[in-house]
């Protein structure tokens, strides 16, 4: 069972994400807030698996929100979507670096939004597919300088491995396009994680770009 948590300002939205969501019997929303800072209570005492964080809320912003979730150590297992009717560069940016585990409209289907519960709760990052591509392009041209350094201490395989997490593929993707196995796909993820010190799967999207292993494509 995955425990999800909904933060949003809006009774609407709340009650109609509860609705989509516990069509799946294997997920159970255990609470709601209508804020930024009664969410962050809500989700200290209750340490679900997910939260579905809104970005304009009142009084705690659901950015500055996901940073505090983030930054709690005792919130380890815990795993933000920050879920918005804003696709703007700037806000999907600050979301991928206070480390949102995923980034999604709220006009994706059902289906795909409860898919993204399951693929956050399995420790991946996610994006919707219609952002992803010009949201890595401009965390690429945005980096206050491209560091090859930060690479130095990979393998070539780790390099090639950490080239598909920054083109957005699941572990299950690169297993398959790199002829390995799924376990070994997930062992070199968590190897990548500790070379490089990174937070999550979403910081190891920002350094493939900020080292220069990707140059961002054109416009």
């Given at each position: 069972m995955i425990s999800v948590v909904l933060?949003?300002?809006?009774?609407?939205?709340?009650?109609?994400?509860?609705t989509l969501l516990e069509y799946d019997p294997d997920i159970d929303v255990i609470g709601e807030a209508d804020n930024g800072q009664s969410g962050l209570r809500l989700v200290q005492t209750s340490r679900p698996d997910v939260v579905l964080m809104d970005i304009r809320m009142p009084v705690i912003d659901g950015l500055e929100a996901t940073?505090?979730?983030?930054?709690?150590?005792?919130?380890?297992?815990?795993?933000?979507?920050?879920?918005?009717?804003?696709?703007?560069?700037?806000?999907?940016?600050?979301?991928?670096?206070?480390?949102?585990?995923?980034?999604?409209?709220?006009?994706?289907?059902?289906?795909?939004?409860?898919?993204a519960v399951y693929v956050v709760a399995g420790g991946e990052a996610l994006l919707s597919p219609?952002?992803?591509?010009?949201?890595?392009?401009?965390?690429?041209?945005?980096?206050?300088?491209?560091?090859?350094?930060?690479?130095?201490?990979?393998?070539?395989?780790e390099r090639e491995i950490l080239l598909h997490i920054g083109l957005g593929e699941s572990n299950e993707e690169i297993a398959h396009n790199l002829f390995i196995s799924p376990a070994t796909a997930r062992t070199y993820v968590s190897r990548l994680l500790t070379k490089l010190d990174a937070r999550d799967r979403s910081q190891l999207v920002i350094i493939a770009y900020e080292s220069g292993l990707i140059k961002p494509g054109p416009g």
């Open positions: 933060i949003d300002d809006q009774p609407l939205v709340r009650a109609g994400l509860r940073r505090q979730i983030v930054g709690d150590a005792r919130l380890n297992g815990t795993k933000v979507i920050v879920l918005t009717t804003f696709d703007e560069d700037e806000d999907i940016q600050e979301a991928i670096r206070a480390g949102a585990a995923g980034y999604l409209l709220k006009d994706i289907p059902p289906e795909e939004l409860r898919r219609s952002i992803t591509r010009r949201v890595m392009q401009q965390l690429a041209t945005t980096a206050a300088s491209v560091n090859p350094k930060l690479l130095a201490d990979l393998t070539e395989r």
